[in-house]
């Protein structure tokens, strides 16, 4: 079973910063592709990035592309989101989960809030 555990939420001002953390646990974390995902109130989960087994391959929704890096400490099972210049419109549930090159997730964290006030 493969528990995927986040943090680093919280609430910030409009033009700031945050970083999130998600740690698995799980003996083959480098065989994954690790995802960031996020959901406002009354809207549908959305792609935010990824990072293949390498972390020099990654991957943004257009909203946070330049903003936003994802990371990945192997050695840590732990990939991580740097969130730079934040937009109110930022705010939202931020979920990271474990999957294939594919595209394909099988397991998802709890999710922690991120609120960006303006």
């Known amino acids: 079973q493969v528990q995927l555990v986040e943090s680093g939420g919280g609430l910030v001002q409009a033009g700031g910063s945050l970083r999130l953390s998600c740690v698995a646990s799980?003996?083959?974390?480098?065989?994954?592709?690790m995802g960031w995902f996020r959901q406002a109130p009354g809207k549908e989960r959305e792609f935010v990035a990824r990072?293949?087994?390498?972390?020099?391959?990654?991957y943004y929704a257009d909203s946070v592309k330049g903003r936003f890096t994802i990371s990945r400490d192997n050695a840590k099972n732990t990939v991580y989101l740097q969130m730079n210049s934040l937009k109110p419109e930022d705010t939202a549930v931020y979920y990271c989960?474990?999957?294939?090159?594919?595209?394909?997730?099988?397991?998802w964290g709890q999710g922690t809030q991120v609120t960006v006030s303006s």
């Open positions: 989960a474990a999957g294939d090159s594919s595209g394909s997730y099988y397991h």
């Open positions: 799980v003996r083959t974390f480098s065989t994954y592709a």
């Open positions: 990072a293949l087994r390498s972390a020099t391959n990654t």
